[in-house]
């Protein structure tokens, strides 16, 4: 009988646990997990309950060298103006265009931009990766991972996120030891952003479409390199067990039963600052047009948005807007102690299972409520005050481009068409299972991961 693997497990944020650890990828395995965490000791408590692991240990302390943040930084800023040209896209530069605070950062940024005008071709920005290859080498972490990987002797390692800070070097140790590293893309929509920080043996990706684009922007990726298979994130919506009875979910939340429930997702503040408006709007329209009879909003918002900017809308439309919060942990100042709970795990899935539609602005929450046949309404319109920002720039961003029809999703285009939108949703069907099919092509993703860790 052959021994079994010893995978290590590297999942340095909170959406890792909720897809990689809640599910079923390494559930009741054979492989041998050891741990890979910065996980404060309760969350370590609770995920071993989850999960049955081999063994756990604390990733060392990494501070990134200035030389390091440089050359990270100007590949980044490099690849963003390759892929720019490359897909005629001018919406990818915004993810370089954010504020910056200080003088410093403002001094650095300034200059890792002025040096990314001296490398403007693909060859150029493969010996930028070589010299920051060569740099997280020589961070004194390279050698404690180094050791402590060493002494697992494991044949794997197996990263939840393909642009973790700490993740270059810790891999950078695994390949010179002789282990197979994998890591997944985190999000449909990661790739053309230029975090691609890891250099791995193994890429997993949802889709054939999101392997395309992995091999068109990293052309020097081979194929074979590039496993599809699935996502876990969505495996949850088909688990009887994840969906809150009826009568328990109506009473905590206080729903009207006899009212459809329209769930208004909420954006980051960063991807949608406007968030609070559009919720305003949408109830304001509810009630002057007489809707809020037919319906209610149950307001779910981003879960790391911890901002008290949606206050007074829903102090203002108390009993139309009920609030479902996200039920994440957050008794911890780090970033990796931040996760969803199990119980958010079914909140969210009982949210998708009740609510008649969703409402958010360019959200992966069309795919999640699309796991029920649920229809999503995208806002496609400015506020008057808007300054700086547009929702055009949003829906221009590259991986819309994956939307084989317009009519994937229905678009709220002015407050003033709500109504008459609402109306017409029962008689129009949506196509958001198309979309599915491409961008997630398979939700039954956990048998497949696995499998690729173990024969690659």
Known sequence: MSKPEDIVLFVPDGVGIRNYLYADVFKNRKANLHLYHNFD????????????????????????????????????????KLNTERTENSTIMHLW?????????????????????????????LKLEKRYQSEIRSNPIYQEVSAQLAALNAQTLFCTHQRALKAPPIFAAAQDLGLKTATVIYSWDNIPKARLALQADIYLVWSAYMKEQLLAFYPELDPEQIKTTGTPQFEAYKDPKNIIPKEVFYEQYRLDPAKKIICFSGDDEYTSPYDPTYLHDFAAQLQESGLESKYQILFRRCPVDVSGRYDDVVAKFEGLIIEAPPLWNFNSNVWSAVYPTQDDVKLLVSVAHYSDMVVNLGSTMAFDFGMFGKPCIYINYDPPKATGWSVNMIYNFEHFKSMPDPAAVFWWESPESLPELLQSIPRRKSKIGDWMDIVIEDTAASDRIYEALING
């Not at 989850?50 to 800023?77: G, N, V």
């Not at 950062?105 to 060859?123: A, C, E, R």
């Open 41 to 80: 000791p309760d969350t370590l408590d609770r995920l071993k309950s989850e999960l049955s692991f081999t063994s756990d240990h604390e990733i060392p302390a990494y501070s990134e060298s200035i030389k390091e943040k440089y050359y990270r930084e100007l590949i980044h800023y490099c690849r963003l």
């Open 97 to 125: 265009n954010k504020p910056r605070k200080g003088f410093k950062q403002k001094l650095f940024y300034g200059f890792v931009t002025f040096m990314g005008n001296f490398y403007s071709n693909y060859k150029a920005v």
